[in-house]
C-alpha cells in the first residue's frame, strides 16, 4: 500500500487529494484536517495544520504514508517541511528558509529589487509615524500591504491619504492582521491585466503550469471587498506565448536563482502574482504554494502524474518528468456564505443535487447531524474543463444551479474578464 498525506482542509487541498490518486502509484490519501467533501475520496483526522507534533505522530503511526504534501501557507512559513524532514518523514514543499518568500512582504520586495526582478516601486516601514508621514507625500492610489501572512487579505488598495491612514491604522495600530502587520510595505498601485503563473521548481529547472486568472473582487464586474477569490479560470487568454517567453527569462528563471543566491534554494510550487502593465510584465506577490481558487481550475488540466512530479522536485530530478496539460480550458466558481469576507454565519445545510460534466471542490464544508452544512466563507468550488471558456463556463455554472444553501452568494461573471 502506497499513501499520501496533504495537510490543509481548503478547495485547494480537495484539487491536490483528488489529483494525487489519479496516480497509478498512489493507492490511498490521508488529508488533516480535511473537509466534508475531502472525507469521501481521503481518510481525514481531526488535526490541524499548525499541530506539528500530532502530524508527525501521525506519520509514523501511518507507515503506508510515502509522501507528506504541506499545501497552506501559515505550516510552510513556520517550518513544517523542515520538522518532517528531520523526523525521517519525506515531505513535499519549500523550508522555513525558502517560504520566506511568501511569509514576508518585505524580504520579497527587497529580493527583487537586489536581483533587478520587475516589480512596483515600494517603500517598507516598521514606524507608524514614518508611515503615515510618507503617505502624506505619495502620489494616489497606492497600495498598503501587511507584510507577513494575513489569509490573502492584507493588502489595501487607497485612492487617498485618509484611505492610506485608516489603512496603517487598522494594520499597525489595530492589529487587524495580528503579527503580520508588524511590518507594512507602501507600494505604487499598478495598473493592467492581472495573471496568476504557478511553477513547478526543484531550484535548478522552473516549469510553469498552465496560466491562469483569478476573480478577487466579492461582486460582478470586479465590485466590493477582495477576497480570498471568487473564481478562476485557465488558460489566461491575455498571456501570450510571446509574454510567457518574457516572464521566464526576467522573472521566473531570475526568482529561481535569487533565491539560490540566498542561500533558500526553493523546492515546490511557487507561484507568481503578475501585472501586464504598459512598462512590461511586473511581479506583484510571490506564494510558497498551489494559489487558492487557481488550483481549482489549474489542476483538472494537467496531464501528468502529479505524485511523480512531485517526488521528481524533491529529489531535484525536475528535469528528467514530462510536465504536460491538455489543450482545454477550466472555470472555477466560488459558491460563498451570504456576508463573505466579512461575518457570515456557519452551519446551514447545503444540498446538492445531479452534477454533470463538473466537480465540487469542497473548501469550507462539514458534517454536523449527518447533514453537510457550511463551516467557512468560500463554501465549494465548482470547476468544469471545455474546449474553450465559454464551454468550461457554460457547464460550471448549470452545475452551480443544482446546488443551494441559505445565503448563497457567487460571482456570475467568472471567465468573462477575459
Do not use: W
Not at 53 to 72: N, Q, R, T, Y
Not at 155 to 167: H, L, P, Q, T, W
Not at 292 to 306: G, N, S, Y
Amino acid at each position: 500500500m502506497n499513501s499520501v498525506l496533504v495537510i490543509g482542509s481548503g478547495g485547494r487541498e480537495h484539487a491536490i487529494v483528488k489529483c494525487l490518486l489519479n496516480s497509478d502509484k498512489v493507492d490511498k490519501a490521508y488529508c488533516l484536517p480535511g473537509n466534508a467533501g475531502i472525507a469521501q475520496i481521503a481518510e481525514t483526522a481531526p488535526i490541524g495544520a499548525m499541530e506539528f507534533d500530532k502530524i508527525v505522530e501521525f506519520c509514523k503511526a501511518h507507515d503506508d504514508i510515502s509522501l507528506v504534501v504541506v499545501a497552506p501557507d501559515d505550516p510552510l512559513s513556520a517550518g513544517l517541511v523542515d520538522v518532517l524532514e528531520e523526523n525521517g518523514i519525506r515531505a513535499f514543499g519549500p523550508n522555513k528558509a525558502a517560504a520566506i518568500i511568501e511569509g514576508s512582504k518585505a524580504f520579497s520586495k527587497d529580493l527583487m529589487k537586489k536581483y533587478d526582478i520587475p516589480t512596483a516601486g515600494y517603500e517598507v516601514f516598521t514606524d507608524y509615524d514614518k508611515a503615515v508621514e510618507y503617505v502624506k507625500g505619495a502620489e494616489y492610489p497606492l497600495v498598503v500591504k501587511a507584510s507577513g501572512l494575513a489569509l490573502g487579505k492584507g493588502v489595501i488598495i487607497c485612492e487617498s491619504v485618509n484611505d492610506a491612514v485608516d489603512a496603517l491604522d487598522g494594520i499597525m495600530l489595530d492589529k487587524r492582521f495580528g503579527e503580520a502587520g508588524n511590518t507594512v510595505v507602501v507600494e505604487e498601485f499598478l495598473v493592467g491585466k492581472e495573471v496568476s503563473i504557478l511553477t513547478f521548481t526543484d531550484g535548478k529547472v522552473v516549469v510553469p503550469m498552465v496560466s491562469s486568472q483569478d476573480h478577487k473582487r466579492v461582486f460582478d464586474h470586479d465590485k466590493g471587498l477582495n477576497t480570498g477569490g471568487m473564481g478562476a479560470f485557465a488558460p489566461s487568454q491575455a498571456y501570450t506565448d510571446e509574454i510567457a517567453k518574457e516572464v521566464e527569462k526576467k522573472i521566473l528563471i531570475p526568482t529561481m536563482n535569487a533565491m539560490n543566491s540566498e542561500g533558500r534554494p526553493f523546492k515546490g510550487v511557487l507561484y507568481f502574482g503578475l501585472m501586464m502593465t504598459k512598462s512590461g510584465v511586473k511581479v506583484l506577490e510571490y506564494n510558497a504554494r498551489f494559489g487558492d481558487p487557481e488550483t481549482q481550475a489549474v489542476l483538472p488540466l494537467i496531464d501528468c502524474d502529479l505524485y511523480e512530479v512531485m517526488n521528481a522536485i524533491i529529489d531535484q530530478r525536475l528535469s528528467e518528468v514530462e510536465v504536460k496539460f491538455q489543450n482545454k480550458s477550466a472555470v472555477c466558481v466560488v459558491m460563498a456564505s451570504g456576508g463573505y469576507p466579512e461575518s457570515y454565519p456557519k452551519g446551514l445545510e447545503i444540498k446538492i443535487g445531479q452534477i454533470e460534466d463538473a466537480y465540487v471542490y469542497h473548501a469550507g464544508t462539514a458534517i454536523k447531524d449527518g447533514k453537510l452544512v457550511t463551516n467557512g466563507g468560500r463554501v465549494l468550488g465548482v470547476s468544469a474543463v471545455g474546449e474553450d471558456i465559454e464551454d468550461a463556463r457554460v457547464k460550471a455554472y448549470k452545475a452551480v444551479e443544482n446546488i443551494s444553501f441559505d445565503g448563497v452568494h457567487f460571482r456570475r461573471d467568472i471567465g468573462k474578464n477575459l
